[in-house]
């Protein structure tokens, strides 16, 4: 069972996509817990630049992921524990055994990280994780989804216009069928059937 709630600061969608890259490296390379890299690589990477306040995002994006707690039955876990952020050298993150093995077995959402980095951060990527997490996707309400993704637009047009964007951009990289329409205020959509191919 692998059913928690969450407690800690309310995490960006940058941060996910950092601990997605540990996991990553935690779980294809065989490094154990301990991943260990290079911070202007993984800058570049990650963001597709490298500057001084480039890498103080990547040190507090790995600051908030410390304060983050997934809280189980009987035990608590640190999305990061221990973190080496030398002036020099390589940056090391301590990963707890337990959150690799969680996503290491995990069948039902493995998000292509490639891909995620390809999307523009908001309401795009809100929405990739989202159809990624559904096995089949129900016709649903825009006003729930604008509530759901945090959306800050002030009217309906603006989300409106955000969205259709966004569904454009998932149907264009494979992640959603071609065919979605909105009608009455609900959202008509489902996956593609090929599936997200992976970005070189």
């Avoid at 077995?105 to 990624?132: C, F, I």
Wanted: proline residues 4%.
């Amino acid at each position: 069972d692998l059913s928690f709630s969450y407690e800690g600061p309310e995490l960006r969608q940058s941060d996910g996509l950092v601990f997605m890259a540990l996991v990553n490296m935690a779980r294809d390379f065989k490094v154990g817990t301990a991943v260990s890299f290079d911070a202007s690589d993984m800058c570049q990477w990650l963001f597709g630049y490298y500057d001084g306040p480039g890498r103080t995002r990547l040190r507090q994006a790995i600051h908030r992921l410390q304060h983050a707690l997934l809280i189980f039955e009987d035990f608590s876990v640190q999305l990061a524990m221990r973190f080496h952020f030398p002036s020099r050298g390589r940056w090391t993150v301590m990963l707890d055994p337990e959150i690799v093995k969680m996503f290491k077995r995990s069948q039902v959402v493995w998000l292509d990280v490639e891909l995620r980095k390809s999307l523009p951060d908001g309401l795009t990527s809100w929405l990739y994780a989202y159809v990624e997490g559904q096995t089949t996707l129900i016709p649903q309400r825009v006003d729930w989804l604008r509530e759901m993704c945090g959306s800050e637009a002030t009217d309906n047009r603006s989300f409106h216009s955000t969205l259709t964007r966004s569904l454009r951009k998932l149907v264009e990289v494979h992640v959603l069928d071609e065919g979605w329409s909105i009608r009455d205020g609900v959202l008509h959509w489902r996956k593609a059937l090929c599936g997200a191919p992976r970005v070189a």
